[in-house]
Structure formats: structure tokens, C-alpha cells
């Protein structure tokens, strides 16, 4: 069975910082994989998408990147972090055999709090 | 383009009693509709879906129907319990573009 990683759980980080989160996906090949950030008391935001190794769409322009350097690896990315980017941050595949078309898988997300 | 829309404000009701959270949608083509339950600090898990007009999506007591011509995919509950507080997200993807449009999401909390 599929199973989709994310870590840390957790992150405090100062103004300024860098950040790396990263997701994994286990179980399935070629998935479209999913960055979104929850805002506290708010709803899902896209950040980023992509369909293949090095493919990157962009949702939103902003201080934070992501890279795919394998096929089930999708790592976001800051070079210096604001408080704005708090948030809880999800990530997500798609497009695995036996799952419904467009329907996406959630990982367990990382809290990350910028002070 | 497309989106969903579901209603304003917390839900807050009492065991044993009758959910509905209403979700309407705006879409070309013919989307797939699903409803996602987040648990506190927790990732979204996908409750139930549907594919196509008048396809009814139900899971754990959870129900949803396809109204093609109301545009509408409405979750219901006969009797809620505590442990079904949680935030529940509409969502619809389009066949065209990989992507899903999620609605902002209603927090739901059940009292005893």
C-alpha cells in the first residue's frame, strides 16, 4: 500500500532562517505530488505541484521554492524565512494505480512556527 | 475557472443530532467532487467522493449526492458523535489541470 511521509512533525525557526521540509511517498511510481500551507483558521492554499522529477509548477509568488530530485521525493524550501510562513504545511500525492482519478493523498503535516 | 463554495461560520451541535454542511461548486466539464476531514493537528484523509452526476459518496455514516443541476455536493449525518468534530473540506478536481479546488473548509464540533 501507499503510504506518504513528511518531517519534521514540527519546526520553530527565527526570522531570517532557512528552511527545508521535506516528503516522501512510498508504495507507488510517478505521482504527482502536492506542497499546500494551512494558515491558522483558514483553508488550503497550493503552493506548488509537480508532475515529474525536476518539474516544478508554481501556484503562488513568494519566498519559498521546492525541488523534486527523485520520483517520490518533494522537498520545500526557504533561503530566509518570514513570519508570514507560518502555517501548517501539507503535503500531498496523486495519480497512483488504484486510487480514483485527481484524488489526493495527505501526508501528516509539519507545523512550522516563525518567531 | 472553478471553486467551491461552502457555507460560513463553526457548526456546533449536539450528539445524536443531524449534520448538514452544504457545498456548491463552480466547474466546466464534469469534475469529481469529494468531501476531506482534517482531525485536530492532523493531514486531511478523504471521507467519500463521487465521479459523476447522481453518484451518492458514503463513508462511516457520512452521505453525499452529485447534484449535477443544483450544483451541489452536500455532506449529511443522521446522528453525530463527539468523535466527528473535526474541519471538513469540500473539494472538486478537474480532469484538465491535476489540480483540486478545495472550499475554505466548515469547523464542525460536536457536544456531549
Known amino acids: 500500500s501507499q503510504t506518504i511521509h513528511q518531517w519534521p512533525a514540527t519546526l520553530v525557526q527565527p526570522v531570517g532562517s532557512p528552511l527545508s521540509l521535506e516528503c516522501t511517498v512510498e508504495?507507488?511510481?510517478?505521482?504527482?505530488l502536492y506542497w499546500y500551507r494551512q494558515a491558522a483558521g483558514r483553508g488550503l492554499q497550493l503552493l506548488f505541484y509537480?508532475?515529474?522529477?525536476?518539474?516544478i509548477s508554481s501556484e503562488v509568488p513568494q519566498n519559498l521554492s521546492a525541488s523534486r530530485p527523485q520520483d517520490r521525493q518533494f522537498i520545500l524550501s526557504s533561503k530566509k524565512l518570514l513570519l508570514s510562513d507560518s502555517g501548517f504545511y501539507l503535503c500531498?500525492?496523486?495519480?497512483?494505480?488504484?486510487?480514483?482519478?485527481?484524488?489526493?493523498?495527505f501526508g501528516p503535516g509539519t507545523r512550522l512556527t516563525v518567531l | 475557472g472553478n471553486s467551491v463554495t461552502q457555507m460560513e461560520g463553526p457548526v456546533t451541535l449536539s450528539e445524536e443530532a443531524f449534520l448538514t454542511i452544504n457545498c456548491t461548486y463552480t466547474?466546466?466539464?464534469?469534475?469529481?467532487l469529494f468531501w476531506y476531514v482534517q482531525y485536530p493537528g492532523e493531514g486531511l484523509q478523504l471521507l467519500l467522493k463521487?465521479?459523476?452526476?447522481?453518484d451518492k459518496g458514503s463513508n462511516k455514516g457520512f452521505e453525499a449526492t452529485y447534484r449535477k443541476e443544483t450544483t451541489s455536493f452536500h455532506l449529511e449525518k443522521g446522528s453525530v458523535q463527539v468523535s466527528d468534530s473535526a474541519v471538513y473540506f469540500c473539494?472538486?478536481?478537474?480532469?484538465?489541470?491535476?489540480?483540486?479546488?478545495f472550499g475554505k473548509g466548515n469547523q464542525v464540533v460536536v457536544i456531549p
Open positions: 500531498a500525492w496523486e495519480g497512483s494505480p488504484g486510487s480514483s482519478y485527481n484524488e489526493q493523498f
Open positions: 508504495g507507488t511510481s510517478n505521482p504527482n
Open positions: 509537480s508532475v515529474g522529477i525536476g518539474q
Open positions: 466547474a466546466t466539464g464534469y469534475p469529481s
Open positions: 463521487a465521479t459523476k452526476a447522481d
Open positions: 473539494a472538486l478536481s478537474d480532469r484538465g489541470n491535476n489540480r483540486l479546488a
